[in-house]
């Protein structure tokens, strides 16, 4: 055979071989999703079946975001990571997406500041939690003298 008649019969082996074994995700996603919603609607299938398609649907999610993270690292890289423009523009883009700016406290105004928004939001969580710790206790009192009471009946003391 020459060059091009054994490219073709390649390409149409590859291409055989990918119809057979179905290796894009989102193919096998939607595939499975079809089944499993034609499952459930049917009645067709036992629970022990349909349960195994939960668990290749889930596989094929899990790869699917496995592939997805290899390639943006991939992409980070190959693009990024050789302090270029592209690594330092990314690098701060993150930096200001991940920067709180202003905070609003409990009576609507607005601070600025990485030493104000900390202390504004200081002051939230220690209320939060004293507020969370108040019920907890005021609910667990609330219920002693019911619990005692039900003791001394128990006891025969009342």
Request: hydrophobic residues 40%; positive net charge; aromatic residues 6%.
């Amino acid at each position: 055979m020459d060059l091009s008649t054994r490219i073709m019969v390649s390409r149409r082996k590859m291409a055989e071989w990918k119809r057979q074994n179905r290796l894009n995700a989102s193919v096998r996603i939607a595939i499975l999703k079809k089944e499993l919603d034609q499952a459930l609607t049917h009645g067709t299938r036992s629970t022990q079946e349909i349960q195994e398609i939960r668990n290749e649907l889930n596989q094929a999610y899990r790869e699917e975001e496995h592939f997805w993270k290899i390639k943006s690292r991939n992409n980070w890289l190959k693009l990024g990571d050789r302090h270029t423009k592209v690594f330092y523009a990314a690098a701060k883009q993150r930096l200001a997406r991940n920067r709180i700016m202003a905070i609003e406290d409990d009576l609507g105004m607005i601070h600025r500041g990485d030493e104000n928004n900390g202390v504004v939001a200081s002051d939230y969580f220690v209320d939060l939690f004293n507020i969370r710790l108040r019920f907890v206790l005021t609910c667990c009192l609330t219920q002693v003298p019911n619990v005692i009471a039900d003791l001394l009946r128990v006891d025969g003391l009342s």
